[in-house]
Nanobody
């Protein structure tokens, strides 16, 4: 069994900050890429930020310069620091990771359950 558990969502005023965390646990032999996606009501899920196993990152244009993705490979955890939040950042945020289990030689994508981020005054 492999689980991704997110935390850190909530309600914040415009201009505020939040830090999301996502910890992977279970029978994990390796993790390659990790990322954060979001889905607002009535919209498709979109990539917010991605970090490769070597640490290279890429961001959606809408969040570049405001959000920072990082990972702790010793804790199998990925973070998303979100600053200067805007109402349009309101969405459910999901973490994603490519994980290889001990009983497999293939990486498969796993998803967290999602955490709500609401930016409103």
């Amino acid at each position: 069994q492999v689980q991704l558990v997110e935390s850190g969502g909530g309600l914040v005023q415009p201009g505020g900050s939040l830090r999301l965390s996502c910890a992977a646990s279970g029978s994990i032999d390796g993790i390659n890429s990790m990322g954060w996606y979001r889905q607002a009501p009535g919209r498709q899920r979109e990539l917010v930020a991605h970090i490769a196993s070597g640490g290279s990152t890429n961001y959606a244009t809408s969040v570049e310069g405001r959000f920072t993705i990082s990972r702790d490979n010793t804790q199998n955890t990925v973070y998303l620091q979100m600053n200067s939040l805007k109402p349009e950042d309101t969405a459910v945020y999901y973490c994603n990771a490519g994980i290889r289990r001990y009983d497999s030689d293939t990486y498969y994508p796993y998803w967290g359950q999602g955490t709500q981020v609401t930016v409103s005054s």
